[in-house]
């Protein structure tokens, strides 16, 4: 459970000025983080946690008793933010609902998030500009129930065999949890729907060369051994941690970014709350170019075009809302 309240402070960000109110309460109680410690963290990597939010739709993770009680999924920016919060309108049609989302363009709007009790952000793949045509092109490497890290590592090295054979820069960081993230830059020219084909042609490849790595779409059919390639990370409204994200596990681990050199030996456990600023002191922001590197998604398509044609199947969408 979260500590009583405590008096609230104000904190100075980009001449702004964000009232945090009880920062003594605890949320992560291994470690005793709390409120203000979350948003101490976001302050020491900055410029990072904006380049990876700009412009994007951003679901909240929020926890208002901590990361030991309830988790409220948030699409819609919570209720009472000052007129300097910046939203996207965003449509669900299954549902014909829509949702004004937070869309970060400075560092206050992290710190006001926190105050509202967020740890996690999860963006979506595309910016404000272009909310039905993604930028990003997301490689989630997902171990099953019995893969090791190891195995993930492994996996995680051909598919980087492959996005060297495409001249795709691919930019690896760890998801905080239990499987590594690529993240590969690409032109707002394609609909999810075909940016999701052309990632399951590239998982489709990565399955082709190593055993250790499936598609299989159904989790109960998969070997749960293995490492799923979830190409559904790139279905509309699917959100995935982002880099610099706080993670709402015990050890309060963060999504961190990686050097390619660094992914054979590297312990997600290793980047935590604590831990973060110092690297980020040390070696910046390791996404701050992820823009300057972007892909044309022909060659995944002619791949998905070809697999189709030999008979492979598309599974269909996924829900998104």
Avoid at 92 to 103: G, H, K, S, V, W
Avoid at 123 to 146: A, F, K, Y
Avoid at 258 to 276: A, G, S
Avoid at 291 to 318: C, H, K, N, S
Wanted: aromatic letters at 8%.
């Amino acid at each position: 459970m979260a500590k009583a309240s405590s008096s609230a402070i104000e904190l100075e960000v980009g001449g702004r000025t964000v009232r945090i109110s009880n920062p003594d309460r605890v949320y992560f109680p291994d470690s005793g983080l709390t409120k203000l410690d979350l948003a101490q963290y976001y302050l020491q990597v900055g410029d990072g946690i904006v380049t990876a939010l700009r412009e994007r739709p951003c679901m909240l993770h929020r926890f208002p008793d901590g990361t030991t009680g309830e988790r409220v999924h948030q699409k819609r920016l919570p209720h009472g933010a000052p007129d300097w919060m910046e939203t996207v309108r965003v449509t669900f049609p299954r549902y014909n609902r829509t949702a004004d989302e937070l869309c970060v363009t400075e560092l206050a709007q992290v710190i006001w998030c926190v105050q509202m009790s967020t740890v996690e952000f999860h963006p979506w793949n595309s910016r404000r500009g272009h909310v039905e045509q993604p930028d990003e092109w997301r490689i989630d490497l997902d171990p099953g129930e019995e893969c090791d890290f190891a195995t993930v590592r492994r996996v995680c090295g051909v598919a980087r065999e492959v996005l060297d054979e495409l001249g795709a820069v691919g930019w690896p960081k760890t998801t905080g949890s239990h499987g590594i993230h690529v993240y590969v830059r690409i032109p707002p020219e394609h609909g999810f729907h075909d940016v999701r084909r052309a990632a399951l042609a590239f998982a489709r490849e990565v399955e082709r060369r190593t055993e250790e790595a499936t598609t299989v779409w159904w989790r109960k059919d998969r070997d749960p051994r293995k490492v799923f390639v979830d190409f559904n990370q790139n279905a509309r409204d699917h959100t995935i941690a982002a880099a610099y994200s706080i993670r709402a596990t015990p050890e309060a681990t963060v999504s961190a970014p990686l050097r390619w050199e660094e992914v054979p030996d590297c312990d997600p456990r290793d980047f935590t709350v604590r831990t973060m600023p110092a690297r980020y002191a040390e070696l910046g922001d390791l996404h701050a170019r992820i823009d300057d590197a972007v892909f044309d998604l022909a060659p995944l398509l002619e791949w998905a075009a070809r697999d189709e044609a030999e008979g492979a199947e598309v599974p269909g969408e996924p829900d998104g809302d």
